[in-house]
């Protein structure tokens, strides 16, 4: 009831005020007020109004209206700040969002759609690189390439990558054996390369190009090279089943292996363990910390053992062999493979495991398969097959992009590199004169060396930007008789 009372109260007392500056208004002859003051009475009078309008109470709250202004900069800033804007924002939903990029044909403007959403296709929509539905659950994560038109190319700078077709270095390997079962070449993480010819191992040091003899065996051929994950140690298989731990900085033999009972053709390092397989049939795993020459030893393959390779995070190890299998070993499981696999029709050699998705893994068959095939190693599951028309020889992740890379024998003699979903081809790499049997890559990533039977090792950029002033076609001698490249 009082506030009711308050409330008639504040009105009637705003009718009498308005009421008095109206009888003013009217024209009082006695007593003038001014046109200033005529005006304030008069937004009085409207404010009052308002009150009454808006409120419903005794109280009133003052309302305050901003005004901000906005700094404008010249006509060529803003244009220049657009264009930026724009790239970035291309950048942005092409490799983070994983949208891919199409092109309206009425306008001519470029949008994206997300990718990992089903989109029906449009006849009137011209897309640059197809997606196939059927790669939407595949486990391959998608790099995309694709080509954009001259227009938006020049408009959004110099994105589209470029493979030079040529090696930009080669290197004379005499006496670089033609035997498929082998691994003669490897690339460390201190950018040394290490080049098994016949009886002698030459280091080549990527940085000087300086070339350095370090071993020559007497009565027997090395077989397998191998570089640690960090340190500076060499492992050295021969033809007799040893295996030789060298310290390429001090040039010497640390340790001398002898278990094997024939050729070791492949050596793969995890950490402080060191992994051998060997013609005998046998895998032996064997901890340099200790004295023993091996802690355990592993017979599941029927015929030699051509393949090892650790995963990433030296929990699995990968073996191919002659006898057309696969398998997949774990450190918590050493008796047995956790996995068998014999979808392979040849010899798998080829043998890669992704840096860039845990547990996938790729392999690749000789000349009566020609497929390289994924596999989920978590699960022990096929993913997909890739019929490639001839021998895979290696493979080898891209550590840069979701790519691989695979080099071949019968027929065709070519590195091919590959866009993972969908085994899209990106470059084939033309040179070799027979098949392309090893395969290494610079510890940065940018550059692969390939050696063949027509003992040759060529350097390939896989990124342009690495080739920098070298000359192409640069013709250098890595030989007994000639160890100083000119």
């Not at 003013?24 to 009454?52: C, H, M, T, V």
């Not at 306008?107 to 197809?130: A, M, P, R, T, V």
């Not at 191992?201 to 070339?211: D, E, F, G, H, T």
């Not at 592993?298 to 030296?314: F, I, M, N, T």
Request: some cysteine; charged content about 20%.
């Amino acid at each position: 009831m009082s506030k009711l009372k308050l409330q008639l109260c504040s009105t009637s007392s705003i009718q009498t005020t308005v009421a008095e500056n109206q009888k003013i208004l009217q024209g009082n002859q006695q007593d003038p007020i001014s046109a200033k003051q005529q005006e304030n009475l008069i937004n009085f009078g409207n404010i009052d109004q308002k009150r009454r309008n808006d409120c419903a109470g005794d109280r009133f709250i003052p309302r305050k209206k901003k005004k901000f202004s906005i700094l404008t900069e010249t006509k060529a800033q803003t244009q220049d700040f657009a264009s930026s804007q724009a790239a970035l924002e291309m950048l942005y939903k092409q490799q983070i969002l994983d949208q891919e990029p199409i092109i309206e044909p009425e306008n001519g403007s470029l949008k994206f759609i997300n990718q990992n959403n089903f989109q029906y296709k449009n006849e009137h929509i011209h897309y640059i690189d197809s997606i196939d539905p059927k790669n939407y659950n595949s486990p391959l994560v998608d790099h995309k390439y694709f080509a954009l038109p001259e227009t938006i190319s020049s408009y959004y700078g110099k994105y589209i990558r470029k493979i030079p077709k040529v090696p930009f270095k080669v290197l004379d390997a005499p006496q670089l054996q033609d035997d498929f079962y082998l691994n003669l070449i490897d690339w460390s993480n201190q950018n040394t390369l290490s080049v098994a010819l016949n009886n002698c191992v030459y280091l080549w040091n990527a940085q000087s190009s300086k070339v350095t003899k370090l071993l020559d065996l007497c009565n027997d051929v090395v077989t397998s090279v191998g570089w640690s994950i960090r340190g500076p140690l060499l492992g050295v298989g021969t033809n007799n089943g040893e295996v030789q731990i060298w310290d390429t900085c001090k040039l010497q033999k640390v340790r001398t292996l002898q278990s094997h009972t024939a050729r070791v053709g492949t050596l793969c390092f995890a950490e402080n363990i060191l992994s051998s397989g060997s013609r005998d049939k046998t895998i032996l795993q064997r901890d340099l910390r200790q004295k023993e020459d091996y802690f355990f030893k592993s017979l599941a393959h029927k015929q030699e053992v051509c393949g090892l390779k650790w995963s990433p995070d030296s929990q699995l190890l990968a073996s191919g062999g002659n006898d057309n299998k696969l398998y997949i070993w774990s450190t918590a499981q050493l008796e047995k493979p956790i996995f068998k696999f014999s979808e392979h029709q040849a010899a798998v050699k080829a043998i890669a495991w992704s840096p860039h998705q845990h547990g996938l893994l790729a392999s690749g068959g000789g000349t009566a398969d020609k497929t390289i095939r994924f596999w989920n190693a978590l699960e022990g599951k096929m993913l997909s097959k890739e019929d490639t028309g001839s021998q895979v020889c290696n493979l080898m992740f891209s550590k840069m992009e979701n790519e691989l890379i695979s080099t071949h024998g019968y027929s065709q003699h070519q590195i091919v590199l590959w866009k993972c979903n969908g085994m899209k081809r990106i470059a084939t790499l033309i040179g070799h004169t027979s098949r392309v049997l090893y395969l290494a890559m610079s510890p940065d990533g940018y550059t692969i060396v390939t050696g063949a039977g027509d003992e040759t090792l060529r350097f390939w950029s896989i990124y342009p930007q690495t080739i920098g002033n070298q000359q192409q076609n640069n013709k250098c001698q890595l030989a007994p008789h000639n160890i100083s490249i000119r």
